[in-house]
């Protein structure tokens, strides 16, 4: 079976951009969460979608936003881009309360310049 | 707020040496526990959870996880490390809200493996 996969690998973007970065929850998963982890630090929690209804936002700003799909993938968009935006991108899925095991993808390398 | 420290930023042992991994959290019930690995560059991989019941779990690759509910502790542990354990071990909790599955992570520990 298919992990989670996470779209594009490595991105270099200019501050100001904007950029969309994509997640394909494993197979049956109706949970999709975003989470950014800055070199040297655990990762932080940004959003988590079930069924296409937000069901939790971290402490970020209105910068970013995320959608989730009927077919359970998720986007993750960032508008205004700055350079304390350069971070490993986390998606995670999972099947949802009472059962809340994530997996993770490999992740989206983000580099603001 | 709630929150997860992992004391040891960085620890070092030799191949074949047993290990722990400390893991404290702040919570007043008890939340769902984890531990991942991370090697440089990717994405993580979840070894072990405690959910509910027997307190001690085992998971991937030879390890193992202790609940204790008095010190509020998680701590990981392996008889006998290989050069391949090499990597940052985050632990983290789920306080399930509405449905709200965050995972608030630890600051990750370091772990060194020398011959």
């Known amino acids: 079976d298919a992990g989670v996969t996470q779209s594009p690998t490595h991105l270099i973007k200019t501050r100001g951009q904007h950029v969309t970065l994509r997640c394909s929850p494993i197979s049956g998963h109706k949970s999709v969460s975003w989470y950014q982890q800055v070199l040297g630090q655990g990762p932080q929690f940004i959003f988590q979608?079930?069924?296409?209804?937000?069901?939790g936002r971290g402490n970020f700003p209105d910068r970013f936003s995320a959608r989730q799909f009927p077919n359970y993938s998720s986007e993750l968009n960032v508008n205004a881009l700055l350079l304390g935006d350069s971070a490993l991108y986390l998606c995670?899925?999972?099947?949802?309360?009472?059962?809340?095991?994530?997996?993770f993808g490999q992740g989206t390398r983000l580099t603001v310049v | 707020a709630q929150s997860v420290t992992q004391p040891d930023i960085h620890i070092t042992v030799s191949e074949g040496a047993s290990l722990e991994l400390r893991c404290n959290y702040s919570y007043g019930a008890t939340p769902y526990l984890f531990w991942y690995v991370q090697s440089p560059g990717q994405g993580l991989q979840l070894l072990l959870k405690?959910?509910?019941?027997?307190?001690l779990v085992q998971g991937i690759k030879g390890f193992e996880a202790e609940f204790k509910r008095s010190q509020s502790s998680f701590n990981l542990r392996k008889p006998s490390v290989h050069w391949s354990d090499a990597a940052e071990y985050f632990c983290a909790v789920v306080i399930s809200n509405f449905g709200n599955e965050k995972l608030t992570f630890g600051t990750g520990t370091r772990l060194t493996i020398i011959p």
């Open positions: 995670a899925s999972s099947l949802g309360v009472p059962n809340p095991e994530a997996f």
């Open positions: 405690y959910f509910s019941g027997d307190t």
């Open positions: 979608y079930y069924e296409k209804e937000e069901r």
